[in-house]
């Protein structure tokens, strides 16, 4: 375990020593609160859907995070193309499924995106990561409701079958590559009473990517520093608005030195 920690806290050195540019192609709710965690986190953040100009854009960026959570069809062709832009220059593609099962919209154009472009990780809740998982499930809206049993058997079966790394966030994270599976036990309850602390939990996957190739790695190390900062912010925090304040605060202060004593993580 010494030495994932230390790959842990060595990828968010490099996150900040080369601060890569995440191109994001993501919802109207968090767009300022995802370019400001990345940030944060001290990577360089770019939003950009037009179809016009999505590939340029990624032969510019280090990682390409997709997010469905406002999506419209034209919103999804963009993604397509990004996508096929960035596996053709060999660089991550993250995909948040936000509200996958919920219509059919949502879930037919995760289907369209992972059939037309590799995608390198797929981050969501335990809802959406169990529908597109055939495990069948619901989602209330863009929630996870439930229960779920046998998460992390589920999350490697269906890292497997689709050929990515798949995180699954809630109270504990699951992470699995198809033959490693993860648990990141960083976080904090605040974290499900701010919109989009998912998504932005994905962007700065795509940072932690950009600089990682081990993607399994990547992840694991993104949500362990992402639930750490979150544990720190909550301490200074009175509610959900001051935690938000105070999430970007700790993302930005929170070194690899202090990383590496709050860690929580197994894999086995
Ligand atoms: P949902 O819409 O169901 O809330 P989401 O896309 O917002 O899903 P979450 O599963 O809430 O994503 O994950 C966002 C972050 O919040 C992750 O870092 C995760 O570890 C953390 N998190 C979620 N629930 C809890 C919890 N009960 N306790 C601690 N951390 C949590
Ligand atoms: N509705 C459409 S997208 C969105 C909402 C509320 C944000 C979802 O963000 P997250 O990170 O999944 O909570
Ligand atoms: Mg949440
Ligand atoms: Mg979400």
């Not at 070194?255 to 197994?266: D, F, H, I, K």
Request: with cysteine; proline share 3%.
């Amino acid at each position: 375990m010494k030495n994932n920690i230390s790959l842990i806290c060595e990828t968010l050195d490099d996150v900040r020593k080369k601060s890569p540019l995440v191109h994001n192609i993501t919802n109207l709710v968090v767009t300022n609160v995802t370019a400001n965690a990345t940030l944060a986190a001290g990577a360089s953040p770019v939003m950009a859907h037009a179809p016009e100009e999505v590939a340029d854009m990624v032969g510019i960026a280090s990682a390409l995070v997709l997010n469905i959570g406002t999506l419209d069809v034209n919103l999804i062709d963009a993604m397509v193309k990004a996508g096929q832009a960035a596996n053709h220059k060999n660089i991550p593609v993250l995909l948040d499924p936000v509200g996958a099962g919920a219509t059919p919209l949502r879930t037919d154009s995760v289907m369209r995106i992972m059939k037309e472009v590799n995608i390198n990780i797929l981050r969501g809740n335990a809802s959406e990561i169990s529908i597109i998982g055939g495990y069948g499930g619901q989602v209330k809206g863009v929630d996870a409701v439930g229960s779920f049993e046998g998460l992390g058997d589920k999350v490697r079966e269906t890292s497997q079958r689709l050929g990515t790394v798949v995180a699954v966030t809630g109270a504990t994270d699951y992470i699995s590559d198809g033959t490693r599976l993860a648990r990141v036990y960083n976080g904090h309850k605040l974290l499900t009473h701010v919109t989009g602390t998912g998504c932005m939990a994905s962007a700065v996957i795509g940072a932690f990517a950009a600089v990682q190739r081990d993607y399994f790695m990547a992840t694991v190390a993104a949500l362990s520093y992402y639930g750490a900062a979150a544990e720190l912010a909550a301490q200074q925090a009175k509610g959900p608005g001051s935690f938000q304040v105070a999430l970007f605060d700790s993302l930005y202060n929170l070194t690899p030195a202090a990383l590496a004593g709050l860690v929580r993580v197994e894999i086995e």
